[in-house]
């Protein structure tokens, strides 16, 4: 069995401490772990590794301090990250399709986003999506239905009335971008171009959409699989539609059905989400733990 590389393992190592600890490694702590992993091997340190986090004074202290404690403990200790690492699809790109911010800033926090697609910082719903791809792109860059918004907090917004208005897409569909600006539409226009060579690339590629309790979803896979594979090749894609939080652990539900090689889970999260982060960590272990069928070795573009 091919053991993981000294990266992977330091991949792991501070993954474990953004999500359990919610914060950034020390570097003797990380160093210490990663040589704990060196020498033992992943398949056997992992569950040793993950036991000591759960059970460390700081986890205990700060993160969980109610009487789900030892519920948690033992679902993070026997279901999150203890699959084969090395029997995984290898993936080479992956794509964030929205709905909104939270997908784009959950890869980028756990070190899988590369560069940026046009639907990362955008609100989006899937039939906009998938609009956007069919027409190239074209009326989701034209600029006569941008209008810049007025927002509260005087941040930088723009309406896309098109999308807003034919698809209830939640307006303004740019939340932080002027794209009436220049150089704001270039950076759009980049992400775009990125996202065309993408789709031409035949390299693997792992579509992830997210989406929030009001949009249904599921129906929509086998719509989506036949599309994509009009414009690309060698893909996946993962549907989550996210329910109500529960508040509660022992009433978080997580259910999955297959097509083929794609899926679609639905996952009512323990916490709240704010739009780009779950209030309680243990919702982003979930999801890691989804993307922990694969095995991501991402290439730019």
């Given amino acids: 069995m091919p053991s993981l590389t000294k990266e992977q393992h330091q991949i792991f190592v501070e993954n474990l401490y953004r999500v359990i600890l919610e914060r950034e490694p020390d570097q003797q702590g990380l160093a210490n772990h990663v040589n704990f992993l060196d020498n033992v091997g992943f398949e056997q340190g992992v569950k ?32 999150v ?40 910082w955008i609100f989006s719903n899937l039939d906009a999506v998938l609009h956007s791809i069919e027409n190239d792109f074209n009326i989701f860059l034209d600029k006569q239905y941008y209008l810049k918004a007025d927002t509260e907090d005087g941040r930088d917004a723009t309406h896309h009335f098109f999308y807003e208005k034919q698809f209830g897409v939640l307006d303004p569909m740019f939340n932080h971008l002027d794209i009436t600006q220049e150089e704001h539409y270039q950076y759009t226009l980049r992400s775009v171009q ?47 539609k996210l329910g109500n939080a529960s508040q509660k652990f022992n009433e978080f539900q997580l259910t999955n059905k297959v097509l083929n090689e794609h899926k679609y889970y639905y996952y009512q999260p323990v ?8 209030a309680d960590p243990f919702d982003d272990v979930i999801l890691l733990r989804i993307l922990n069928e694969f095995n991501f070795k991402l290439n730019n573009i």
């Fill in 271 to 278: 916490s709240q989400e704010n739009g780009v982060d779950f």
């Fill in 194 to 240: 990125r996202f065309r060579k993408v789709l031409a690339s035949e390299e693997a590629k792992l579509f992830i959409y997210i989406a929030r309790p009001e949009e249904e979803i599921e129906d929509k896979l086998a719509y989506t699989v036949e599309l994509l594979s009009k414009y690309t090749c060698n893909f996946q894609i993962i549907f989550i």
């Fill in 81 to 120: 990250w203890t699959q084969n690492l090395t029997h995984k699809k290898e993936i080479n790109h992956i794509i964030s399709m929205g709905d909104h911010c939270l997908t784009s800033f959950l890869l980028k926090k756990y070190k899988l986003k590369k560069y940026s697609l046009p639907f990362d």
């Fill in 48 to 79: 040793t590794l993950l036991s000591a986090f759960i059970q460390s004074e700081e986890y205990k202290n700060k993160l969980i301090k109610n009487s789900d404690d030892e519920i948690k403990q033992k679902f993070l200790n026997d279901f």
